[in-house]
């Protein structure tokens, strides 16, 4: 037996060797212990393999059960990197149909209100009472993925997330409405909660970044189709049909997730593995078959079996106490960790500005440049572009700093600021396209000048979110999830409550006051990620938590 974890847990007598023997022989005294060992994606399985003890009745030696197949329960982080691509291609899939849907319930906003006589700003609820859910949810549904696994919460996620579509598509009232986006926005939350930790059970952390760029392109890239397309449904068919599209391809996304997504959850496939490797041992044995060589030669009466048990099964807290840490945890974090609590602030603001961007276009390029909805519609394009383009300068840069020469030579993990070291730079994009559309949404400018501020905002919003995803998840390590959970719950809260504050905003300041106010902010929250980059070292060294860690 390999050695790898390997712990003596305690046995008992079993019913191996009570039995009468053939020709009229005494009661065997043999007794079968059960021996206990932890299991792990190393353990070397051969010394326990069943051998043939007996004979049946025809003097032939009897057949056992078929070993089962292992290549199942294999270790995520070790699969091929075929595999691992295709995983993470289709998670960020399914993280771009599930982003679609804010931005697309923005465009039947014309149709909502002549049908069901509700204002523009009721109509907007509907977003913040998705994103409130959005927000709320995760808290509670990813510590449930430790112990049923990815793809069972995924699958069922995506269940509800096309049943909920299709509510939307036949409600017949506005109140109907708002229940099927809470809980759109209950299901979709899985999606973007959850890829991040699929994402870190089958990559490294070295190995992270290009998986999570993708990641973050696919979740900007849906918002922007999202209203694109649905721009052009509702301008030429009903606004059911941008509710029923999204069914389709939510039911086709699902089928997806059943045929070809596999469990990544590391501890879930031990388990599994544990249990399954337990039951033929058990069947084995019914076959009399011989038990595992015994573990005690100086005790040949007793004959030791191997039974399989996994430490994080033993070590986990019960759900009660799993869902209070996921609530509780992020909360101290945000409260008590600087570091989180002004990464949260930034990516809230720039989470907000791209939520606010479902009213800002419409806003702008309807009432300045008379656009119908389906041009203003396609000013979303800016939003997809600049979304692919940030993923691709993502994995770019991402292989400047660390495959530097500088940093192949460091002995140990690099420090985690030297992920913000592009960003310092690139995330003051977000406040100079918020500037720029400000300083020219007038008719005397062509429309195409705001419409690139567009790409400009997006790129600096993509920049934040990949920079405070990755700087938290190497900083924090074990308590990375709740770190992530707390930013993530504060942007969604933000996102939830500050679109209402758009027309209100544009109708007193204009184009030009809102601009310059929002980019103000932006701006001055540009200088977060210049403060960890000069002083971090020091301010993890000041951190309770991580010198708990001893990570600092």
């Not at 595992?292 to 030791?304: C, D, E, L, N, Q």
């Not at 400009?456 to 919003?461: R, Y």
């Not at 934040?464 to 992530?484: E, G, K, Q, R």
Request: with cysteine; hydrophobic share 45%; charged share 10%.
């Amino acid at each position: 037996m390999g050695d790898p974890d390997e712990i003596h847990l305690g046995e008992r007598g079993g019913g191996g060797g009570g039995g009468e023997e053939e020709g009229g022989k005494g009661d065997n005294d043999v007794h079968d212990e059960i021996e206990y060992r932890y299991l792990t994606f190393s353990t070397d399985l051969s010394p326990a393999e069943p051998r043939i003890l007996s004979q049946n009745d025809n003097n032939q030696p009897p057949v056992p059960p078929r070993p089962p197949h292992l290549s199942q329960f294999s270790d995520p982080q070790g699969w091929s990197r075929t595999r691992k691509s295709f995983v993470t291609w289709l998670s960020c899939l399914s993280t771009f149909f599930t982003t679609w849907t804010p931005g697309a319930y923005t465009a039947g906003s014309p149709q909502y209100q002549t049908e069901w006589g509700v204002s523009n700003l009721a109509v907007y609820c509907g977003i913040t009472v998705f994103t409130l859910c959005f927000a709320v949810a995760p808290m509670v549904l990813a510590s449930l993925s430790e112990i049923t696994g990815r793809r069972p919460l995924f699958v069922t996620a995506g269940v509800v997330f096309a049943v909920s579509q299709l509510g939307s598509a036949v409600t017949q009232s506005f109140a109907g409405m708002l229940v099927t986006r809470a809980l759109a926005g209950m299901s979709c939350s899985v999606f973007s909660a959850v890829v991040g930790g699929v994402i870190s059970d089958i990559y490294v952390a070295k190995d992270r970044n290009t998986a999570m760029a993708i990641f973050t392109g696919a979740a900007l890239a849906g918002t922007g189709v999202g209203p694109l397309v649905s721009s052009v449904i509702e301008q030429h068919l009903s606004w059911r049909w941008i509710f029923y599209l999204q069914t389709i391809t939510c039911s086709l996304m699902v089928a997806a997730l059943c045929l070809f997504f596999p469990e990544t959850r590391g501890n879930v496939l031990l388990s599994r593995k544990a249990s399954v490797l337990n039951a033929w041992y058990d069947a084995v044995q019914h076959s009399q078959s011989a038990p595992p060589p015994p573990s005690f030669p100086s005790s040949p009466s007793a004959v030791v079996q191997i039974r399989w048990r996994v430490k994080a099964d033993e070590d986990r807290a019960s759900v009660p106490q799993l869902v209070k840490t996921s609530l509780l945890r992020p909360i101290q974090l945000l409260v008590t960790e600087s570091v989180v609590f002004w990464f949260s602030i930034w990516m809230s603001f720039a989470w907000s500005i791209l939520y606010m961007t479902f009213e800002i276009i419409p806003l702008v390029f309807e009432r300045v440049y008379g656009f119908s909805a389906q041009a203003a519609g396609l000013c979303f394009t800016p939003v997809i572009v600049a979304s692919l383009l940030g993923t691709v300068a993502a994995v770019w840069q991402d292989g400047l700093l660390l495959g530097g020469p500088d940093v192949a030579a460091l002995t140990t993990t690099p420090p985690p600021e030297i992920r913000l070291v592009f960003a310092c730079f690139q995330a003051l994009l977000l406040p100079a396209g918020l500037f720029w559309l400000g300083a020219t949404s007038r008719p005397s400018i062509p429309w195409v000048v705001p419409v690139l501020s567009i790409g400009s905002t997006t790129l600096g919003i993509f920049t934040v979110y990949l920079a405070v995803f990755n700087y938290l998840a190497d900083t924090y390590h074990t308590y990375a999830s709740s770190a992530i959970a707390a930013q993530s719950f504060t942007r969604n809260v933000f996102a939830a409550c500050l679109p209402l504050a758009v027309e209100p905003m544009f109708n007193t300041l204009g184009p030009t006051g809102s601009g310059c106010l929002l980019g103000s902010i932006g701006l001055a929250l540009g200088v977060v990620p210049w403060v960890l980059v000069l002083w971090g070292p020091r301010i993890r060294a000041r951190s309770p938590i991580l010198s708990a860690l001893a990570i600092t």
